[in-house]
């Protein structure tokens, strides 16, 4: 009856969470299932080997692309219909179901989709579209259809100006969800007065636009298309490409220009469709553009270059001097390309984590070398106390582009548990320092479901527990709730800034929104390609040294309010904790490492040392931890190790009860 199609690359997880749910959804339903893996290097192969054995793979030495991808599996599917299908989905347990009902009672129908979420519940807008003619290109090129959504004129792209909760038909749907008539693509049908067939995927779209071709040639032929909200899914987008990168900005836009040469040709006039190519063009230009200037060298270089000149005005509007053009456009990018060039021979842009140390290493460097140019060339004499003033703005705006971004993705967020999970993988999720379990959400009517997690309230509840308790994360457990019930609470969410993931029962992974993070103990192959990218000596010294000097900057007020509090107050521990310090600024102790009276010391390929402050305090004070999960937090550190952690662990320590 069905044959559902995946075509996957290198989303081993994702994809065997899509798996599970397709079987959950089949139930009854004669299927087949058929994965086209295009040489994924992550194992996707063998994962379907071993816990799928019953779908038929095809696995292709290269990466074909989607549309050919697809089209080796529609060749060899047997099913009435097809279910095109992304990886990175989750379906409910009707959806097939629905949308076969749907196609039986619909023979007009050459093909249809649902109503798609994104991670967060929110309604995607790919759900449904209209194909992009000049005019409906640019008014979302120029940003009207954003504006006006509801405008039957400038909303026709994504269909706003229609409800989302009622049966359409439509131009054309996502190829992340497609349910398709064989025979609307093939046009072999007993049945005279059906339409012809619209063919296979246009295998020159490689990836984006084939699913706008695809529609356009089935409605082309005869077949209608339509959109239901009565079932839905989950698209975790951007997981087998990135959207943030070079290589997507080509392949959408270059899609599109080829969709527009392909098929609105013989309606427009040249001229025409030569402007919206050019138009495309542009648009794809001006991504790419801010896309490199997202990328952390570039965009330190082009903020260095800023902050030198706009100093550089000031003093000489204070001064009431004229400085030299020199200055502007020969100092200032010397400085930063001094700067990002320390940072980047430092390994500060091989790393994901906001290394601060070696942005403030890269500006003492720049401030030295020009500050010490500036005695052997006159010209430039005048700018030195300017160049000196650029170390305190360039740290602190070069530290907030770091920090700011990563302010949603701290330790120990708020996290509510929505259903049940067994002791073991409740065990595994407690062990992640990321995340602090306070309470659990169940069924209405269930109470007693956990010895050691406050029941907060029932599944209907779940957005005023998120207000009243602050939660910041909420984690579904799949094994005691249905896809459509985490789907329909995801919706309740919407609007709220909350991080959701989902964790299935006896898995080593939990899927979220941007991540799949590793449950429980970290695997030994994990850990030996961690290592090689450790902090380098040199950032971390220089973070320590910095964090203290202000330890002994403040250590006098803690000595002064310890002295009055007395000597069995919090006040005189965290003032022994500040005079410690002192070992940090002489080298003999870094700020963060262990302590050796835990019982714990990490594996000396960790390279941590004895420190003021013991990993292990980030996991709260006085609590005495099983072994496994004071392991965990180490090894979590040696993963994320930053500045900002180190700041992190060591204010939570002096925070702490005594």
């Not at 047997?78 to 949308?99: A, C, M, R």
């Not at 060339?377 to 770091?402: D, E, G, T």
Request: proline share 4%.
């Amino acid at each position: 009856k069905v044959s559902v199609i995946i075509v996957n690359y290198n989303v081993r997880d994702l994809l065997r969470q899509a798996l599970r749910s397709v079987k959950r959804s089949l139930a009854d339903i004669p299927a087949e299932i058929i994965v086209i893996d295009n040489n994924s290097v992550d194992g996707s192969v063998g994962m379907l080997l071993e816990e799928f054995p019953e779908v038929v793979i095809i696995a292709n030495r290269s990466n074909v692309g989607f549309s050919a991808a697809n089209n080796q599996g529609i060749r060899i599917a047997g099913g009435e219909y097809l279910f095109i299908l992304n990886p990175d989905t989750i379906v409910e347990e009707d959806t097939i179901s629905v949308l076969t009902n749907f196609m039986d009672t619909h023979p007009d129908a050459g093909a249809m989709g649902c109503r798609i979420l994104n991670p967060d519940g929110t309604f995607a807008l790919e759900s449904r579209r209209s194909f992009p003619t000049p005019e409906i290109a640019f008014y979302r090129m120029i940003g009207l259809s954003r504006l006006f959504p509801r405008s039957k004129t400038f909303g026709r792209y994504n269909l706003t100006f229609l409800p989302q909760d009622e049966v359409a038909k439509v131009d054309a749907l996502s190829g992340s969800c497609m349910f398709v008539r064989s025979t609307a693509l093939t046009g072999s049908s007993n049945n005279e007065t059906d339409p012809g067939g619209a063919g296979l995927f246009d295998e020159k779209f490689f990836m984006y636009g084939e699913d706008l071709d695809l529609c356009y040639r089935i409605q082309k032929a005869g077949w209608a298309i339509y959109y239901t909200p009565e079932t839905q899914i989950i698209h975790y987008k951007g997981e087998s490409t990135k959207k943030g990168d070079l290589r997507y900005v080509r392949l959408f836009h270059s899609a599109m220009a080829r969709f527009a040469r392909k098929h609105l040709s013989e309606d427009y006039p040249k001229a025409f469709l030569w402007v919206l190519h050019l138009a495309v063009v542009v648009r794809g230009l001006i991504t790419a553009l801010g896309n490199t200037l997202r990328h952390t060298a570039v965009r330190d270089w082009v903020l260095c270059v800023g902050v030198v000149a706009a100093l550089g005005l000031f003093r000489s509007v204070q001064t009431g001097t004229q400085f030299m053009s020199l200055f502007y456009w020969g100092l200032s990018p010397l400085f930063a390309l001094i700067t990002t060039g320390v940072i980047a021979a430092s390994g500060g842009y091989r790393a994901r984590k906001p290394y601060l140390g070696l942005v403030f290493l890269g500006l003492v460097t720049a401030v030295t070398a020009l500050a010490a140019l500036s005695f052997f060339v006159k010209q430039i004499a005048f700018s030195r106390a300017v160049v000196i003033a650029c170390l305190p703005a360039c740290m602190l705006i070069l530290s907030a582009v770091r920090l700011i971004p990563r302010t949603r993705q701290r330790l120990h967020r708020r996290t509510l548990l929505a259903g049940n999970l067994s002791d073991a993988d409740l065990q595994a999720v407690q062990q992640m320092p990321q995340y602090t379990l306070v309470g659990i959400a169940t069924h209405s009517g269930t109470r007693n479901v956990s010895s050691t997690l406050p029941h907060f309230g029932d599944y209907d509840q779940l957005r005023d527990i998120v207000r009243v308790h602050d939660i910041e994360s909420i984690i579904f457990a799949s094994a005691s709730l249905t896809n459509k019930k985490i789907f329909a609470l995801m919706q309740q969410l919407a609007g709220l800034r909350v991080q959701t993931h989902i964790v299935d029962a006896g898995q080593d992974h939990m899927i979220g929104k941007t991540s799949i993070e590793k449950l429980g103990k970290p695997p030994l192959l994990e850990a030996e390609e961690v290592i090689g990218a450790l902090r380098s000596h040199t950032a971390r010294r220089v973070s320590d040294v910095m964090a203290a000097l202000a330890g002994a900057i403040i250590h006098p007020f803690v000595w002064l309010a310890a002295r009055m509090a007395g000597p069995r107050s919090r006040w005189m521990r965290r003032s022994e904790r500040t005079r410690q310090w002192r070992a940090v600024l002489r080298g003999q102790r870094p700020l963060i490492g262990f302590h050796e009276g835990t019982g714990f010391v990490p594996p000396a390929e960790w390279q941590l040392q004895p420190g003021v402050f013991a990993v292990s305090e980030m996991l709260g004070p006085n609590i005495r931890r099983p072994t496994e999960e004071t392991e965990q937090a180490y090894w979590y550190y040696v993963r994320n190790q930053s500045a900002v952690l180190d700041w992190f662990i060591a204010i939570r320590a002096l925070r702490a009860p005594a």
